[in-house]
């Protein structure tokens, strides 16, 4: 009798031990290899917009990564931080000043790559100004209402408000400043009339003329900036090891030219969370609370 139930004690925690085995290895498969990536994008234009622009993207990547891809367009870059702190994205293509947003309250994640334009991982923000402003120089905004994007935005307002510091202009002393959302929010403020100069991303700027959503007889340019690290694209760490690199070659492979024009880029090259040090630097500079930016 000792001996049966011996047998079945051993029996039943084998059984138990097999299922654990077995039932925690799925789970973390399911988290680390999922069936289909969460890929969010910038928010710097209307979702639908954005989703619709991207399309090809979309189509590509599950193409090459054999996955299901879902492309998310959240309200801001704060609900995007908080979105992939929570898993609720795998890929996410941020700007520089969110992306350490990011890495501030999430260590498990990384930036892999940064779009190129003219062969460079850099970028440039533009000022520009109403027509109607007259301001034609960074010294006629004195007195005058600024229009920035996001606040966790580099480009739509980290880099042009670092050029009004450094130009003796600080904001709510010297000017006015207003949050109006995306890029091209900031571009309808001054062409409207709402705003008398406005900071966005010269690669947006750009494309906005291209489509001829700017009236060049309403708008006009003032100042470019130095340039910057490009936007990153930043992934979960805890995904697949070899999952991580299809998608790291899935980018650095990407040839076509209608999904690089969607994303404003000409291709995509490596990039490392060090060489976000200098927009760290910039945070310091201007005194940001990145608590206050979020």
Not at 15 to 42: E, F, H, Q, R, Y
Not at 80 to 103: H, V
Not at 188 to 199: I, T
Request: one cysteine or more; aromatic letters at 6%.
């Amino acid at each position: 009798m000792k001996n049966t139930m011996k047998f079945w004690l051993v029996s039943l925690l084998a059984i138990t031990m097999l299922a654990v085995g077995c039932g925690g290895p799925a789970k973390t498969d399911s988290a680390t290899n999922p069936a289909k990536l969460k890929i969010a994008l910038l928010p710097d234009e209307s979702p639908s917009t954005v989703i619709k622009n991207n399309e090809k993207l979309k189509e590509y990547l599950a193409s090459v990564l054999k996955k299901d891809v879902e492309l998310i367009v959240t309200t801001d870059y704060s609900s995007m931080i908080e979105a992939m702190r929570k898993g609720q994205i795998d890929i996410a293509y941020f700007g520089p000043l969110s992306y350490i947003l990011l890495k501030q309250k999430m260590a498990d994640v990384e930036p892999f790559a940064a779009k190129l334009e003219k062969g460079s991982p850099t970028y440039q923000g533009v000022i520009i100004a109403s027509a109607a402003s007259g301001i034609s120089e960074l010294s006629d905004i004195k007195g005058k209402t600024m229009a920035y994007g996001d606040q966790a935005s580099t480009s739509s307002h980290l880099i042009p408000k670092q050029i009004l510091l450094e130009n003796k202009l600080k904001a709510g002393q010297d000017y006015k400043e207003v949050f109006v959302g995306a890029h091209d929010a900031v571009l309808k403020a001054v062409q409207n009339g709402n705003a008398q100069a406005g900071g966005l991303s010269k690669p947006i700027y750009d494309q906005l003329v291209e489509k001829k959503v700017v009236d060049t007889d309403k708008v006009k340019v003032i100042k470019l900036s130095p340039q910057y690290p490009n936007y990153p694209w930043v992934m979960r760490t805890s995904l697949d090891k070899n999952l991580q690199e299809n998608i790291r070659q899935a980018f650095y492979g990407l040839k076509d030219k209608d999904i690089l024009k969607a994303l404003k880029a000409d291709g995509f090259a490596s990039i490392q969370d060090k060489d976000y040090d200098v927009i760290r630097n910039m945070v310091k500079i201007l005194g940001i609370d990145l608590e206050k930016a979020q």
